[in-house]
């Protein structure tokens, strides 16, 4: 299993969370090769501004494995993380992260800052970027292209 394979995983989230009428973003915390989190974006149901999906797969994980603290595990979302989900992962301990479309307005590993090598800040995670990005971006573009539309329309 390699990278794409977990980010399918990571886009089935995603589709979960247009599905609900949030912004299709989703990811799977892996370790050992086992999914241990999923999670995807749920800040408008949950009326929570945290409810991110990177988020809520640290969640469902730490709750899985019993501990906050994520050694060895890598986290895989469709879009580059902001700066509150950098953090937490910071926090937890991830030591890899991959995303897929970039983040030009909010993206922190690398778009507008790159919070992970911040040499000041105590935990670095390993960043690859990129990958399924054109399926990680048509799938915002077009979730954004029919909120326009329905817009448009009203």
Same mark, same amino acid.
């Given at each position: 299993?390699?990278?794409?394979?977990?980010?399918?995983?990571?886009? @089935?989230? %995603?589709?979960?969370?247009?599905?609900?009428?949030? /912004?299709?973003? +989703? =990811?799977?915390?892996?370790?050992? *090769?086992?999914?241990?989190?999923?999670?995807?974006?749920?800040?408008?149901?949950?009326?929570?501004?945290?409810?991110?999906?990177?988020?809520?797969?640290?969640?469902?994980?730490?709750?899985?494995?019993?501990?906050?603290?994520?050694?060895?595990?890598?986290?895989?979302?469709?879009?580059?993380?902001?700066?509150?989900? @950098?953090? %937490?992962?910071?926090?937890?301990?991830?030591?890899? /992260?991959?995303? +897929? =479309?970039?983040?030009?307005?909010? *993206?922190?590993?690398?778009?507008?800052?790159?919070?992970?090598?911040?040499?000041?800040?105590?935990?670095?995670?390993?960043?690859?970027?990129?990958?399924?990005?054109?399926?990680?971006?048509?799938?915002?573009?077009?979730?954004?292209?029919?909120?326009?539309?329905?817009?448009?329309?009203?």
């Amino acid at each position: 299993m390699n990278d794409d394979f977990w980010m399918n995983e990571a886009l @089935a989230q %995603a589709r979960q969370a247009g599905a609900a009428g949030e /912004v299709p973003v +989703g =990811a799977v915390v892996v370790l050992d *090769g086992q999914i241990i989190g999923r999670g995807f974006n749920q800040p408008i149901g949950r009326h929570d501004p945290t409810a991110h999906a990177e988020v809520m797969a640290l969640r469902d994980a730490a709750a899985r494995i019993g501990n906050y603290r994520l050694p060895g595990a890598t986290l895989y979302v469709t879009l580059e993380p902001c700066l509150m989900c @950098a953090g %937490a992962m910071m926090h937890a301990r991830v030591a890899r /992260v991959v995303f +897929g =479309a970039q983040d030009p307005k909010t *993206g922190v590993a690398g778009s507008v800052l790159d919070l992970f090598a911040e040499q000041r800040l105590n935990h670095h995670a390993e960043i690859a970027g990129g990958v399924r990005a054109v399926e990680c971006g048509q799938l915002l573009s077009s979730f954004f292209a029919a909120r326009r539309n329905r817009t448009a329309l009203t």
